[in-house]
């Protein structure tokens, strides 16, 4: 069975950082280009990160570039999100989903407040 | 950035009955467009890709068609599970952008 499972989420001030992982399991995770994609109720759905079966090539939405860093262990069978610089409008649900769109996470949950 | 617009916003039909969901780029996409399917707390599920390919595991009643700028989500017959909200994504051009989602209810 695919499992993809966020963690890392949580409470963070402006200006604060934040790493999300999530843990691949179910299928040759090193085949597939990965994304973060999260969801506000206010913006609704974005597309925020993709990454490279090997890790050389990476694209980020603008509103995150400079800021967040995609990553990748395939020896982990994982993926990372770094954050740096978190504003309040980062807030949302993160999600790790494969960009062929066909697996996602359940999920974890960022609140950038004071 | 590509601008992905749906209709409706909110849609009422009674199980059994036929609907269809549109949505339109702000440029041409190709085929590039994926529909999911949303419910409350869940991640969104893969319904089509390629404006008209059903993903694994998913029933014939849905089917998606268009290409370039329009494109349209069927269903040809509702259940009760349909109900939720669905969005239409483009993967044509970076970034990739989602509508901003059409809401299925029970008339």
């Known amino acids: 069975e695919v499992q993809l499972v966020e963690s890392g989420g949580g409470l963070v001030q402006p200006g604060g950082s934040l790493r999300l992982s999530c843990a691949a399991s179910?299928?040759?995770?090193?085949?597939?280009?990965m994304s973060w994609v999260r969801q506000t109720p206010g913006k609704g759905l974005e597309w925020v990160a993709n990454?490279?079966?090997?890790?050389?090539?990476?694209y980020y939405v603008d509103s995150v570039k400079g800021r967040f860093t995609i990553s990748r262990d395939n020896a982990k069978n994982s993926l990372y999100l770094q954050m740096n610089g978190l504003r309040a409008e980062d807030t949302a649900v993160y999600y790790c989903a494969t960009a062929s769109r066909d697996f996602w996470g359940q999920g974890t949950l960022v609140t950038v407040s004071s | 950035e590509i601008v992905m617009t749906q209709s409706p916003a909110t849609l009422s039909v009674s199980p059994g009955e036929r609907a269809s969901l549109s949505c339109r780029a702000s440029q041409s996409v190709s085929s590039n467009l994926a529909w999911y399917q949303q419910k409350p707390g869940q991640a969104p599920r893969l319904l089509i890709y390629?404006?008209?390919t059903r993903a694994t595991g998913i029933p014939a009643r849905f089917s998606g068609s268009g290409s370039g700028t329009e494109f349209t989500l069927t269903f040809s017959y509702l259940q009760s599970e349909d109900f939720a909200v669905y969005y239409c994504?483009?993967?044509?051009?970076?970034?990739?952008?989602f509508g901003q989602g059409t809401k299925l209810e029970i008339k």
């Open positions: 990454i490279k079966q090997d890790g050389s090539e990476e």
């Open positions: 390629g404006a008209s």
């Open positions: 994504q483009q993967y044509n051009n970076w970034p990739y952008t």
């Open positions: 179910g299928f040759i995770f090193s085949n597939y280009w």
